[in-house]
């Protein structure tokens, strides 16, 4: 038993890039928990390198702890106030904890920092939806579209937007153009 754990130790990564680079492979293997421990490993290896930071709040946000995932967005952003995706994701788990404003201000840092992410565009009009800012909304559901025309999830978004305002017809449009993409959603 014992030249297994050896074995094991000798085969670990030696620095934070190969950690996050096993936490990533144990992610996509199924394996959340245990890519959170690599992730983990590669800060504490090197505490100023983003991406574990990014990828650890990724697992975090996923597994229903949106207040420890903000956390390790903060982090990452620091290290890296130009990661974008970052900003994003920041923003997702903010929507999760009802903080809405809040939300919208991360999305915006991430257009700004690359005004040709569709989710970005995107998620800011879902935001501005639930806070009944419908016009606003579709404003950035049609930007987000320009982007990506083939995300069913911005299309199925702007008839929702639509429907609210009324505009049911324009938004029957928008909702069998979602579904022609992704027809799960007509389930």
Same mark, same amino acid.
């Given at each position: 038993? %014992?030249?297994?754990? @050896? *074995?094991? !130790? +000798? $085969?670990?990564?030696?620095?934070?890039?190969?950690?996050?680079?096993?936490? $990533? @492979?144990?992610?996509?293997?199924?394996?959340?928990?245990?890519?959170?421990?690599?992730?983990?490993?590669? *800060?504490? *290896?090197?505490?100023?390198?983003?991406?574990?930071w990014y990828n650890k709040g990724n697992i975090l946000g996923g597994l229903g702890k949106p207040e420890e995932a903000v956390k390790c967005y903060e982090k990452a952003i620091e290290i890296n106030p130009n990661l974008a995706e970052a900003w994003v994701n920041k923003g $997702?788990?903010?929507?999760?904890?009802?903080?809405?404003?809040? #939300?919208?201000?991360? /999305?915006?840092?991430? *257009?700004?920092?690359?005004?040709?992410? #569709?989710? #970005?565009?995107?998620?800011?009009?879902?935001?501005?939806?639930?806070?009944?800012? /419908?016009?606003?909304?579709?404003?950035? /559901?049609?930007?987000?579209?320009?982007?990506?025309?083939?995300?069913?999830?911005?299309?199925? $978004?702007?008839?929702?937007?639509?429907?609210?305002?009324?505009?049911?017809? &324009?938004?029957? +449009?928008?909702? &069998? !153009?979602?579904?022609?993409?992704? %027809?799960?959603?007509?389930?």
């Amino acid at each position: 038993m %014992p030249k297994k754990e @050896t *074995i094991s !130790k +000798k $085969n670990e990564p030696k620095d934070a890039e190969a950690w996050n680079n096993k936490g $990533n @492979t144990l992610n996509n293997r199924g394996k959340p928990e245990e890519a959170v421990k690599c992730y983990e490993k590669a *800060i504490e *290896i090197n505490p100023n390198y983003a991406e574990p930071w990014y990828n650890k709040g990724n697992i975090l946000g996923g597994l229903g702890k949106p207040e420890e995932a903000v956390k390790c967005y903060e982090k990452a952003i620091e290290i890296n106030p130009n990661l974008a995706e970052a900003w994003v994701n920041k923003g $997702n788990a903010l929507i999760g904890l009802g903080k809405l404003e809040e #939300a919208i201000k991360c /999305f915006e840092k991430a *257009i700004e920092i690359n005004p040709k992410l #569709a989710e #970005a565009w995107n998620n800011k009009g879902g935001a501005l939806g639930v806070l009944g800012k /419908f016009e606003e909304a579709i404003k950035c /559901f049609e930007k987000a579209i320009e982007i990506n025309p083939n995300d069913a999830r911005t299309w199925y $978004n702007k008839s929702l937007a639509l429907d609210y305002l009324g505009k049911h017809e &324009e938004a029957m +449009k928008c909702y &069998e !153009k979602a579904v022609k993409i992704n %027809p799960d959603l007509a389930k």
